[in-house]
């Protein structure tokens, strides 16, 4: 079975620190990665989205990579500051059919201090 | 404004009645899913839809109706709720009608529907 696992899932940082989030699957033949944000009773909100033919996207203080033959996939949040608290979500596109579905990790919750 | 709208936001029912959850999207897509959202079992996808008249299963779809009539539109039908049912559904929208060909292309999502059935 296919799946995307999110370690750890709480994560408290000060502000100002650089960090990464950790994302990782099953299966190396993904059509694509993708990093949402979940605000408390809010909807998703797409970050970065990496091709499998990519290794890594950028957008201001945030970095995704991928490794598909590690099965990993990283989220760089660099001087993190209060407003980034949120839970962070991590969506693999499988290939075969269910390259037309999105596989989610559980997701990491981040609570920036002041 | 590009958006996917869900309604209603917030809907508690009893056990059997027949409900339907509309989504509707702006942004002239081809793709659409529902998902619910569970403590300790993360987001899981109910349907999809890559085109009007083109439906298929997602990871969790039992007790759940879905249709596709028009490019904007993707109800989510409950026909005969049950307290297991009670959950956070969200639903999605993407340009991605054919995945090696959008496969850049991020999905989209509504505000959420907090469902109650008691």
């Known amino acids: 079975k296919q799946e995307v696992t999110q370690i750890p899932a709480a994560l408290s940082v000060p502000e100002g620190e650089n960090l990464v989030l950790n994302c990782s699957f099953t299966?190396?033949?993904?059509?694509?990665l993708q990093w949402f944000r979940q605000d408390p009773g809010k909807g998703l909100t797409s970050l970065l989205l990496i091709q499998s033919s990519q290794r890594e996207q950028t957008s201001g203080r945030l970095n995704a990579s991928l490794d598909k033959s590690s099965g990993r996939s990283t989220l760089y949040i660099a001087a993190s500051q209060p407003g980034d608290s949120a839970t962070y979500l991590c969506?693999?596109?499988?290939?075969?059919?269910?390259?037309?579905?999105?596989?989610f990790g559980g997701g990491t919750r981040l609570m920036v201090k002041p | 404004e590009a958006q996917v709208t869900q309604n209603p936001r917030y809907l508690i029912t009893v056990t059997g009645k027949k409900l339907t959850v509309t989504c509707s999207q702006n942004?002239?897509?081809?793709?659409m899913s529902w998902y619910r959202q569970d403590p300790g079992l993360g987001l899981r996808q109910i349907y999809y839809?890559?085109?009007?008249?083109?439906?298929d299963k997602g990871d969790v779809p039992e007790g759940y109706k879905v249709s596709r009539k028009e490019k904007r539109n993707f109800p989510l039908i409950l026909e005969s709720p049950s307290p297991n049912q009670t959950s956070l559904y969200f639903c999605a929208s993407s340009l991605w009608g054919q995945r090696i060909h959008y496969s850049n292309q991020p999905q989209h999502f509504g505000d959420g529907t907090r469902l109650s059935i008691l």
């Open positions: 942004m002239n897509h081809e793709y």
């Open positions: 839809s890559m085109n009007v008249e083109v439906t």
């Open positions: 299966d190396s033949a993904i059509y694509n």
């Open positions: 969506a693999a596109a499988f290939g075969g059919n269910a390259g037309n579905m999105l596989t």
